[in-house]
């Protein structure tokens, strides 16, 4: 009986270590592993400006003539 009691805490410890390990993985790809996209995350607490261009306008298409 004492060796079940044991597999259970040890899979407790198990889950919980696994999820702590998938987020310090999903912090460290955020903060180390996405400095050069465009709106890399900041633990600044300075306001970033960011500025958008408008879009361009849509490209004229010719409409082909009908052959005579």
Do not use: C, E, N, W
């Amino acid at each position: 009986m004492r060796g079940r009691v044991g597999r259970v805490g040890d899979r407790a410890i198990g889950i919980i270590l696994g999820i702590v390990l998938g987020i310090v993985v999903i912090l460290l790809f955020l903060f180390l592993g996405s400095r050069s996209t465009i709106d890399a995350p900041s633990l600044s607490g300075s306001p970033t400006q960011t500025l958008t261009q408008p879009a361009a306008p849509p490209a004229k298409v010719s409409k082909a003539k009908p052959p005579q």
